[in-house]
């Protein structure tokens, strides 16, 4: 009996290791690749960084592009996206799930579709249609979902309604409590939202390649463009790139998902103690 | 107190609802009316079916995708049920390392396709080491499901984890005091439990491969699935009213994916791309 | 001059937009520096009633709540001047105790030094000077609930609402604050409406209690009054335990199945007729109001069909008396085994004439159930 359990115990194990192997050996082999001097020979060939400066004299733009699109996406869905989330929380019933419904279409509807659509629609602006902006529109529309999401989670999670009724017995009025009691408290969602917003923001290819145009490349729409062109080490050097820059987003991600799952945790153990 | 509230409510929303109809109510009404606006009008959304090319791609699209959705479902469900039931050290590194590619775009992942399985792939060193043929899958349907498994995995892990995590243990124990052997116990109570989060993660799964394009576009350009044919169709062809009628007909089905996962598993399906 | 703030509830009704009638049009007024506890099952409309009275949920059109005469049935809960505690305290999870008590004296821009001043008091008073910088995640039930108090108290408000406050806690911290609560609700003699389904804490902090049934006042008076004269079979049910038996009213005494009982048990302080009354009528008593005793002074006589022994006394099921057994408590300090033949005697007042016509009033279910 123990002995079949180790068994099973460590088949598990080791599928579960094959599939992390599946999802990480391919990453680990394109940072090595963009610091190998040819691929092709191998590692013996020797390291270098001459890639990556590669890299960085053909692409740059594309880079700080992509920081200036995920930047402003960020202040515009944080503007329009929470207090929306909010106001959604507070309508509650059929009317908000609908709406909520509605926004989240964006990402069910694929990139390639909604991308489309702009150009059908907003095309014929040509300054529009030829600046950054119009990329913004997309991640906009693509990243609004995860920044209302995200906050009405929170708010779902705290009992917000009778912390408001509690702020509104001791006098405070409706902008106040958003300001002293909803806000504070809905600030690990909105944290959560806005690392999930430029992480998406950095790497959406699928409407960016539809909506840019020749001088405004995007960081993923320059890596495909090094796929299809340029030889294998300087678009592994120019992945690599990418990789440094996401990675801490993800890493924050995990630990704020981390800390507060152990928050809620340690919240819900204090209050069984009792006194 | 609520009467005098909804104003403030409704401005509060506004900002968002202007944007949200300008630039995607409005331009997918006008898509939709586009596609209509061919020689064949509303017939040109029955293209579909009367198009060889076209139905072939559906098809293929959606057999990969329920293909990519029910590989990724089993191995989430064995890897999360297993991180969440054992205790070991090196568990939450492994969980990191799990979750980690879950914001890669579909062209990194098609990259990372080439890499295992392209002409210089590490799969084709080892096959050629082993047999001295040289194994190359990445820029056929092969390598799609390769990278559409790839980018499946971490999404599906996630939902399965937070839902084992949910399930209360005392109903384990219930079982296990009535003589129920492990096999029985997963079958009986944690499958069942874990329900509605494999109907919710496999309905984004199929929605996100239906939908993908970035993975599709930096493999070939010669597989035919839909996204890589309305792609197709728009650039190379000019034929946008058939471009927006495959978008529109794409953009339905993982709507309606996404629709009915939701109303089986009778919660909020979270989508996400 | 804040301590004496009367309240006074006219014609309020509450109909949600679903079409439930939380609340049938209630009157209700309550003194200055009166306490008051709404008291009722889960679903009376109690917490309605305390919402509407705070300006948390709105009226039906035609009520008014009036504070020291003066209609603030308008007025957001903001605007109104109260203190409130929470069932679940609704503190700030973002703010450390000592903001939590000075929120509302923020709100209302007192100066830092006043604020200070005002904050430490609350924290002196309710005995948790210690706990000023800690955060809420990191304080005990009873700890929160203390800080709640401090923070509505805070204001001086005119009106001090409390919504079943003390229901998260377990029952020996219940006990105690219980009385924490009494004391301070007396020393500051601020007009105080408590709402809660435990009928010890009710009777324990109450000037006045007002049961509530099914969005109805069902009786209201003092707790004595409550407990000794219900006035219909649903308080004397909900208040403590009683006994029902169905008879009728004759000039000899009270009929029950041929048993006559004699005037001089009827607890007549109440008023209720004791006149001959040829309809069926129904009386209760207490289990604390009986006696066993020899079978020549017994009213009637029974078999024990179960007992519990809680310590102090014995409570006893008597069958063969009424058609539900009869609840009997004694302080026998022997065993008395089932089976056994008692002999029951009610004590004298112990007996008490319902109104019929109040129990129609009721609505059915509540009828039904107390004639289960």
């Given amino acids: 009996m123990m002995l079949s359990r180790k068994l099973s115990f460590y088949l598990q194990l080791l599928f579960t290791l094959l599939v992390c192997a599946f999802l990480i050996v391919p990453v680990v082999l394109s940072a090595l690749a963009g610091v190998t001097a040819n691929f092709f020979v191998g590692l013996e060939s020797g390291l270098t960084l001459s890639w990556l400066a590669q890299v960085i004299d053909l692409y740059t733009d594309t880079i700080y592009l992509s920081l200036l699109i995920a930047f402003a996406c960020l202040v515009i869905t944080l503007i329009i996206g929470v207090p929306a989330a909010y106001a959604l929380a507070r309508m509650g019933g059929r009317s908000a799930r609908i709406i909520e419904e509605t926004i989240v279409l964006p990402v069910a509807v694929p990139g390639l579709a909604i991308a ?157 103690i009792g006194s | ?61 959606v057999m990969l995708s329920a293909v990519v959705t029910l590989a990724a479902l089993v191995v989430a469900t064995i890897a999360g049920l297993f991180l969440v039931r054992n205790e070991f050290p090196g568990r939450q590194t492994l969980i990191a390392l799990l979750t980690f590619p879950l914001a890669f775009p579909g062209v ?166 | 001059m804040n301590s004496n703030t009367s309240v006074q509830v006219i014609n309020c009704g509450k109909t949600f937009e679903d079409g439930t009638q939380a609340l049938q049009p209630i009157n209700l007024e309550i003194k200055g520096g009166e306490t008051l506890v709404l008291l009722g099952p889960s679903g009376c409309g109690k917490t309605t009633l305390l919402r509407i009275i705070a300006g948390l949920e709105t009226l039906d059109a035609g009520g008014q709540v009036l504070f020291n005469g003066e209609d603030v049935s308008h007025l957001p809960v903001e605007k109104r001047n109260i203190g409130m505690v929470f069932q679940s305290y609704a503190l700030f999870p973002n703010m450390t105790v000592r903001d939590n008590i000075g929120y509302g004296l923020k709100v209302r821009r007192q100066s830092l030094a006043d604020r200070q001043t005002r904050i430490q008091e609350m924290l002196a008073m309710m005995h948790i000077e210690n706990l000023a910088e800690r955060q ?75 049961v509530m049934s099914n969005g109805r006042i069902a009786q209201q008076g003092t707790p004595r009054e409550i407990y000794q004269q219900p006035s219909n079979s649903f308080v004397a049910d909900f208040i403590g335990t009683a006994n029902k038996i169905n008879g009728r009213m004759t ?40 006696e066993i005793v020899s079978q020549d002074q017994a009213h009637f006589n029974g078999q024990v069909a179960s007992t519990f022994f809680m310590g102090d006394r014995t409570r006893l099921l008597v069958d063969g008396i009424s058609e539900s057994p009869i609840i009997v408590e004694t302080t026998f300090k022997q065993e008395i085994s089932i089976g056994t033949e008692i002999s029951i005697r009610i004590k004298d007042q112990g007996l008490m004439l319902l109104p019929d016509e109040l129990i129609e009033d009721l609505p059915k279910e509540i009828v039904e159930k107390t004639e289960q």
């Fill in chain 3, 136 to 210: 809420i995640s990191q304080l005990s039930g009873g700890q929160r609930q203390r800080v709640a108090l401090a923070r509505a108290i805070a204001v001086r408000p005119k009106v001090l609402l409390l919504d079943e406050p003390l229901t998260a806690l377990d029952a020996l911290l219940r006990e105690r604050l219980r009385v924490e609560i009494d004391t301070l609700l007396r020393s500051l003699g601020i007009t105080a409406i408590y709402v809660t389904h435990d009928q010890s804490e009710a009777m324990a902090l109450a000037d006045r209690i007002v």
């Fill in chain 1, 116 to 272: 489309l659509a702009l150009i059908l629609s907003y095309g014929g602006f040509r300054e529009f249609r030829s600046s950054w902006l119009f990329i913004l529109v997309g991640h906009v529309l693509y990243t609004l979902p995860f920044m209302i999401r995200s906050v009405l989670a929170v708010l779902s999670s705290i009992d917000f309604k009778t912390l408001e009724e509690g702020a509104a017995s001791l006098g405070a009025g409706f902008w106040y409590r958003l300001k002293t009691v909803v806000l504070p408290n809905v600030r690990p969602g909105i944290l959560a939202g806005s690392l999930m917003v430029v992480t998406l923001s950095i790497g959406e290819f699928n409407l960016t390649w539809m909506l840019h145009t020749p001088i405004t490349k995007t960081l993923p729409v320059g890596l495909a463009d090094s796929y299809a062109s340029m030889r294998l080490e300087v678009a592994s050097a120019y992945t690599l790139i990418f990789f440094i820059m996401i990675v801490p987003l993800l890493i924050a991600m995990q630990m704020l998902s981390a800390s507060n799952k152990a928050k809620t945790t340690k919240h819900s153990v204090t209050k069984n």
């Fill in chain 2, 1 to 61: 107190m609520q009467q005098a509230v909804i104003p403030k409510l409704i401005l509060m929303m506004l900002p968002m609802a202007i944007i949200f109809l300008a630039f995607f109510l409005v331009p997918m009404a006008q898509l939709a009316v586009v596609g209509a606006s061919g020689e064949q009008g509303l017939a040109a959304y029955a293209s579909i079916i009367n198009t060889p090319r076209h139905l072939q791609s559906m098809i293929a699209t």
């Fill in chain 2, 108 to 273: 990194v992942i098609g990259f990372l396709v080439i890499l295992i399985g392209g002409r210089q792939g590490l799969v084709g060193d080892i096959s050629k080491a082993l047999t001295g043929d040289k194994l190359v899958f990445a820029y056929s349907m092969v390598g799609l499901f390769v990278g559409y498994l790839y980018f499946s995995i971490p999404r599906v892990i996630l939902t399965i984890m937070a839902a084992a995590e949910k399930l209360d243990p005392a109903l384990e124990e219930a079982a296990r005091s009535l003589g129920a052997p492990t096999w029985r116990v997963v079958y009986d109570i944690i499958l069942p439990a874990l329900k509605p989060g494999l109907i919710a993660s496999g309905a984004i799964c199929f929605a996100t491969s239906m939908g993908a394009f970035g993975t599709a576009f930096t493999l070939a350009t010669k597989i035919d699935v839909l996204p890589m044919t309305i792609y197709t169709e728009f650039t190379l062809n000019a034929n946008i009213a058939g471009a927006a009628t495959l978008s529109i007909v794409l953009g339905v089905v993982t709507w309606l994916a996404l629709f009915i996962a939701r109303s089986l598993s009778g919660s909020t399906v979270a989508a996400s791309g």
């Fill in chain 3, 251 to 290: 000039d000899q005494g009270f009929e029950v199945e041929g048993v006559v009982l004699p005037k001089s048990i009827l607890n007549v302080v109440g008023g209720n007729s004791t006149s001959a009354n040829p309809i069926q009528t129904q009386a209760i008593f207490r289990p604390e109001d009986t």
